[in-house]
């Protein structure tokens, strides 16, 4: 079946580097995703890595991908106040099928 | 890229009341259509998606129902609102891309009382 993992709640400190963790469960996922939903707004693309990539960097969000673990990280180097918010992992397996959301990680950036 | 219209942004509604809440697309077509609902500010729970006009499926058994009357305009619907249909609704909308981006809008906030 498909499930997606993730923790609800994380907090750092301003400046310091925020590591969101999922988990999936379905192997033959192809596209996996971060997503970022502020406060009483819709959710909003991130960044997204092909299962056929470990890494992919972007600016300051660097996204793991462990195929084997099916684990999948996302970083977030000098967290900032704005980047407050929660971070939807998701996966699809076709470039046409439907997207699984994990439950939101809730970062909390302390000044 | 494509932009998505909700309305309305908030509603309060009675128990036992009607609803329809209603999606359009703008800068695509012959898109995939999603209704999410997030209960409590948490967790995205898909309801409904389409590929095409009249082409709905329904992932979870419950009081709501979809229609998607044309090709950018997908709705919500309820003949009789519960308590538990509370909660803030996604619509979304997607794409045969290289990537399969899900587009959001901004979200309908219902309080059922």
């Known amino acids: 079946g498909e499930d997606v993992e993730q923790s609800l709640f994380l907090s750092v400190r301003e400046g310091d580097s925020s590591v969101i963790n999922c988990t999936y469960t379905?192997?033959?996922?192809?596209?996996l995703y971060w997503y970022k939903q502020e406060p009483g707004a819709g959710l909003q693309l991130l960044t997204y890595?092909?299962?056929?990539?470990d890494m992919k960097q972007d600016q300051r969000l660097t996204v793991l991908l462990n195929k084997k673990d099916k684990h999948l990280s996302l970083r977030i180097a000098d967290t900032q106040t704005g980047d407050s918010a929660i971070y939807f992992c998701?996966?699809?397996?076709?470039?046409?099928?439907?997207?699984?959301f994990g439950p939101g990680t809730s970062l909390s950036v302390i000044p | 890229s494509q932009t998505i219209h909700q309305w309305p942004a908030t509603l309060v509604q009675p128990v036992g009341s009607p609803l329809s809440l209603e999606c359009t697309v703008e800068?695509?077509?012959?898109?995939?259509l999603y209704w999410y609902r997030q209960a409590a500010g948490r967790g995205l729970q898909l309801l409904f998606y389409?590929?095409?006009?009249?082409?709905i499926s329904s992932e979870v058994p419950q009081n709501l129902s979809a229609s998607r009357p044309q090709d950018r305009q997908f709705i919500l619907s309820s003949k009789k609102l519960l308590l538990s249909d509370s909660g803030f609704y996604l619509c979304?909308?997607?794409?045969?891309?290289?990537?399969?981006?899900?587009?959001f809008g901004p979200g309908t906030r219902l309080t059922v009382l």
């Open positions: 979304a909308s997607g794409q045969d891309s290289s990537y399969n981006e899900q587009f």
């Open positions: 379905d192997s033959s996922s192809t596209y």
């Open positions: 890595i092909f299962s056929n990539m």
């Open positions: 998701a996966e699809a397996k076709t470039s046409y099928d439907k997207v699984i």
């Open positions: 800068g695509t077509s012959n898109p995939n």
């Open positions: 389409s590929v095409g006009i009249g082409q």
